[in-house]
């Protein structure tokens, strides 16, 4: 139920996607012979090989390595070799010098991580030489919204809030679930869809949420459609890409993700679009060619209105709901010397844009959703600090002044800046080593959305630079001008992780070494520092 049509996923190259093999779309795929489907071709590895299908860019060797095996989309045929299916073994992808046997005796085999090819032999799946099959887990029934008290903090300048209370984010971002389909969750989500990548990809944000919410976390970034593809478009025309009213089973998806939510007191940033917009990579014309929606005022009113709008006045009152997210790194889209986003196609629709379009586009998608309820809150996922501050020369160019500027409308604005950092940028506008202060941006919350394990000058354990920061002289209190250093805890967003599987340096979990920072703060400041906690 996502709209398209076999012809058109035939059309996008999709036929020999696992989600497309027979029955599916046979005739599309030419299958059909004598009006009899053809057999799919199964891919059965050879000696058992490492078959990778995604078009990501990554490799069997890295997901494994990032403890991926166990997920859905890993499943075999799916990396056999390097997820260690070539019989039962105690396979263990970690480099954290434990072993299958220490694991097993600290009774970690039930973690999510620890998951069938890990650890078959010391966790006793093993039959006949074979690991057992792995249960899967069962999606849980979405439920109608209800008041939530959500853990807050109180005593404390400059927060970000959420009904009128402050509140320190602690989270993960998820760019895309069990199937590693950038941009299509949103379409797999609808509960009344009972197809296997639906019931996946349900089951999948179940227990995520369930992971965040059990280890202390209250947030979520949710990539909706960031390249575009999940889009629908006013008869399938992708020449004038006027896109077509939200879909039945959009809005059921959505509010499904917001009934996790309320259930899990986890609170859900929802970014939209990305500078994958613009960002061709030949995967076929409904994904980041999308150029039109930021220059051609017809495409980009048909987005504003069949799209934003409903969907904000379907759930701007949701408890769970935090805040949208106009767009994630947009520089990368930018011709000013920022951009890095690609266009194999050389076409008009994947081409770069200027800042003001940037700018403009943001204040007309804040506009629209301030418009209809002003206490939803907006932000931009900036790329650095370069862009959203005023130190060292650089401009903060999504300061309420440049992007009424840049479109006119004074309720167009963001109600907190979200910043990213990784280590191969710029010092000097590295928060884990500056305060708050040293940007020169403090009219908002801060929050920051990506930012790796390890941050330079962080060493092994980078919560003691965290604390270290927020416990630096301010006379005004314990955190002061840097409350808003909050987390988005992943290694890199493209990177397909379930909380809380990322495992540090140190050999501890985020659990651990995250929480540990939150503990410490809540020690040494009192209980008004971080109620949630």
């Not at 590895?45 to 494994?64: E, H, I, L, M, R």
């Not at 679009?273 to 995967?283: E, T």
């Not at 800046?417 to 403090?442: E, R």
Request: glycine share 8%.
């Amino acid at each position: 139920s996502d709209g398209y049509s076999c012809a058109k996923q035939a059309a996008w190259g999709k036929c020999s996607e696992s989600f497309m093999q027979s029955p599916v779309c046979d005739y599309s795929c030419g299958r059909c012979s004598a009006a009899t489907p053809v057999a799919s071709p199964t891919i059965v590895p050879a000696a058992c090989s490492d078959n990778y299908p995604f078009k990501d860019g990554y490799t069997c060797a890295q997901q494994a390595a990032w403890g991926q095996c166990g997920m859905s989309f890993m499943q075999s045929p799916v990396c056999d070799k390097s997820c260690g299916r070539c019989g039962c073994t105690d396979y263990y992808p970690f480099s954290d010098g434990h072993t299958c046997a220490q694991q097993a005796s600290w009774g970690q085999c039930g973690q999510a991580w620890m998951q069938s090819p890990v650890c078959d032999v010391s966790c006793g799946r093993c039959v006949a030489g074979n690991p057992v099959a792995f249960p899967s887990f069962a999606p849980m029934v979405a439920s109608s919204p209800s008041t939530v008290v959500y853990p807050t903090c109180s005593g404390l300048t400059n927060m970000l809030t959420h009904n009128g209370k402050s509140i320190f984010l602690s989270g993960i971002n998820i760019a895309w679930g069990p199937y590693a389909n950038f941009g299509q969750d949103i379409n797999s989500m609808d509960p009344s869809c009972t197809t296997s990548v639906c019931t996946s990809t349900r089951s999948y944000f179940t227990t995520l949420f369930a992971s965040v919410s059990s280890s202390g976390g209250n947030s979520v970034r949710f990539f909706m459609h960031p390249d575009g593809s999940a889009l629908p478009v006013v008869g399938g025309d992708y020449s004038k890409r006027i896109i077509d009213k939200v879909t039945t089973a959009q809005i059921a998806g959505i509010r499904f993700l917001l009934n996790l939510g309320v259930q899990h007191n986890i609170l859900v940033n929802i970014c939209l679009w990305s500078f994958d917009m613009v960002n061709d990579k030949g995967y076929g014309p409904a994904y980041g060619l999308w150029n039109k929606v930021l220059t051609d005022t017809t495409v980009r009113d048909s987005y504003l209105t069949n799209w934003l709008t409903p969907v904000v006045q379907t759930f701007s009152k949701y408890e769970s709901l935090l805040s949208f997210e106009v767009f994630n790194e947009p520089e990368g889209m930018l011709n000013n010397g920022w951009g890095w986003s690609t266009c194999n196609s050389g076409t008009a629709d994947c081409a770069k844009v200027d800042l003001l379009t940037a700018q403009k586009f943001a204040n007309l998608v804040a506009s629209t959703i301030h418009t209809i309820d002003s206490t939803v809150k907006v932000t931009v996922g900036s790329w650095s600090y370069k862009a959203s501050s005023n130190v060292n020369g650089y401009t903060d160019v999504w300061s309420d002044q440049s992007l009424i500027s840049a479109g006119g409308k004074q309720n167009g604005v963001l109600d907190y800046y979200q910043i990213h950092f990784y280590n191969g940028f710029d010092q000097t506008v590295n928060p884990f080593s500056n305060s708050m202060a040293h940007f020169q941006a403090l009219d908002k919350p801060h929050v920051i959305g990506e930012f790796e394990n390890a941050p330079t000058g962080g060493g092994s354990k980078f919560y003691e630079v965290l604390l270290q920061i927020v416990m630096e002289e301010h006379g005004g209190g314990c955190i002061a001008q840097v409350v808003a250093l909050a987390a988005a805890v992943t290694l890199n967003l493209r990177r397909h992780l379930t909380f809380p599987t990322w495992r540090t340096c140190d050999s501890s979990t985020v659990t651990s070494w995250w929480f540990e920072l939150i503990a410490q703060l809540a020690s040494r400041c009192g209980d008004d520092l971080i109620q949630m906690y």
